[in-house]
């Protein structure tokens, strides 16, 4: 398995649609996770961070399930200003690095 | 506020050589990090620092150098420019924590070389 994987997309969805990315990891003993959105052409910023079980914030819900090694990102009622790619990550297999997936694309239409 | 920033934004350079990208960061961050990110590679880790003194091999080190001689800088050196390392640079920093901190992305860096 690779250190990190996520669902390839990109996703197509009209306005107001839930939608959900999935991404899995390799390391088995990784503690955190995150995802960061990243807009055509700028650097990644934090979209949130996952230490537990789970994390709610607003529209947007991360869930983590350990046994199977993935973690999800749920975004309700989307917006237009959603439109992004959405990257996973998660600590490398020797601890002292973040691995990132090569996105999921996300196109919210009116 | 804190912040890291980038320099130069863009650049363009001729094959063979010698360029170095600036990254300074000013959250007192111990972690630095030196990402490259190319389509149908997403971003792969090139080299990081634990502080001061610090240097680690990533992912794709080769061709690239660098040093850490304090806490808010790690510039990024190409010894020799080849257009496979065309690419948008991003440093990164992090407090400190074995991968569980997240990192604070500078604006990028996009480098073409010729």
């Known amino acids: 398995r690779k250190e990190v994987e996520q669902d390839p997309g990109p996703f197509n969805v009209p306005e107001g649609a839930t939608v959900a990315f999935n991404c899995t990891y390799s390391?088995?003993?990784?503690?955190?996770f995150f995802w960061y959105r990243q807009d055509c052409r700028k650097e990644p910023k934090l979209l949130m961070s996952?230490?537990?079980s789970g994390n709610e914030d607003g529209r947007f819900t991360a869930q983590l399930n350990r046994a199977s090694q993935y973690i999800s990102l749920l975004i309700r009622d989307s917006k237009l200003s959603d439109s992004a790619t959405y990257l996973c990550v998660v600590p490398s297999n020797s601890g002292y690095a973040l691995n990132f997936g090569k996105g999921t694309s996300l196109l919210v239409t009116p | 506020d804190a912040e890291i920033t980038q320099s130069p934004r863009h650049k363009i350079t001729e094959t063979g050589r010698q360029v170095t990208l600036a990254c300074h960061q000013t959250?007192?961050?111990?972690?630095m990090f030196w990402y490259r990110q190319d389509l149908g590679h997403g971003l792969r880790l090139i080299h990081y620092s634990y502080g001061v003194q610090d240097t680690n091999k990533g992912e794709v080190s080769d061709g690239y150098s660098v040093s850490r001689s304090n806490t808010e800088d790690l510039p990024l050196t190409l010894e020799s420019a080849a257009s496979s390392q065309t690419s948008v640079y991003f440093c990164?920093?992090?407090?400190?924590?074995?991968?569980?901190?997240?990192?604070?992305f500078g604006n990028g860096t996009r480098l073409t070389v010729t």
């Open positions: 390391n088995s003993a990784s503690q955190s």
């Open positions: 996952v230490y537990s």
């Open positions: 959250w007192n961050h111990n972690n």
């Open positions: 990164a920093s992090s407090a400190p924590g074995q991968g569980n901190s997240p990192l604070h």
